[in-house]
């Protein structure tokens, strides 16, 4: 392996389809070469929060995450050493009790709606991306997989876009856009822009081959 692995952060409202982008981009590779950290994942622990409060916690602010565990994980998998990645239950609203053992490889990808609010985690990425999808597109998105993925409904998820997933977009999510190198538009299907990571992430590995 290379010297020092490459950081790449994937950013974007709630259904723009950064999954979508990041998981065409992952499908290119080789699992040797290349691992994707969820921000989601790192969702404070709310195990000893009741479920009535946890229906109540605003998911889409940034101190809803446990930016400090990410930085943590990103900097040991940076230096060649693996960790143990959470993983998150949207039904039960808090990290379930498995972890994910995850071996460092040379491409890191942070994925999630804030990855690029914080700047210890910008500072850590090598190429930003920002997923630019309008708001129309987003919530008929997310409303088809909430209501499949992750046991919403409808009322449910309308209620949440207006009160909360809206203005916290606006507040915090889109104001990060002016952070990325690149922006693509639509997201999941943009098979321009994702071939074009594709070939930059072949040619980085390449020449690690060869330094
Ligand atoms: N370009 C696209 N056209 C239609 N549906 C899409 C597109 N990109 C993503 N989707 C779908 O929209 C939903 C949300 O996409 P996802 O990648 O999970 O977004 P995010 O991770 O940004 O919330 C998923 O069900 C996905 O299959
Ligand atoms: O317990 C939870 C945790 C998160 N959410 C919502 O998820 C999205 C972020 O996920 P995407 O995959 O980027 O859509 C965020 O907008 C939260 O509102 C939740 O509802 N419950």
């Given amino acids: 392996m290379g010297k020092k692995p490459i950081v790449i952060g994937v950013a974007g409202g709630s259904g723009s389809g950064k999954t979508s982008v990041t ?18 994942y790192y969702y404070k622990d709310q195990a000893d929060v009741p479920m009535e409060k946890r229906l109540q916690t605003n998911y889409d602010h940034p101190l809803a995450f446990d930016n400090d565990l990410l930085i943590k994980h990103i900097e040991s998998l940076i230096n060649y050493d693996s960790v143990k990645k959470p993983v998150y239950d949207y039904t039960l609203h808090t990290r379930s ?16 709606i804030l990855v690029l609010e914080d ?12 997923v630019d999808t309008d ?43 002016r952070y990325a190198d690149v922006i ?11 071939d074009l990571m594709v070939t930059k992430i072949q040619t980085i590995l390449e020449q690690k081959e060869i330094l």
């Fill in 119 to 130: 700047e210890r985690l910008r500072n850590l990425m090598d190429i930003k991306l920002f």
């Fill in 184 to 194: 693509i538009p639509e997201g999941g299907h943009n098979h321009v822009a994702i």
């Fill in 23 to 40: 998981k065409s981009i992952f499908d290119h590779f080789t699992e040797k070469s290349i691992l994707m950290l969820e921000q989601d």
């Fill in 97 to 112: 009790s498995h972890v994910i053992e995850v071996e460092p490889k040379d491409v890191i990808i942070v994925e999630g």
């Fill in 135 to 177: 708001a129309d597109l987003r919530i008929i998105r997310r409303m088809l997989r909430d209501i499949k993925e992750r046991g919403r409904t409808i009322d449910s998820v309308i209620e949440q876009y207006v009160t909360v997933v809206r203005p916290m977009h606006n507040q915090f999510i889109e104001p990060t856009k």
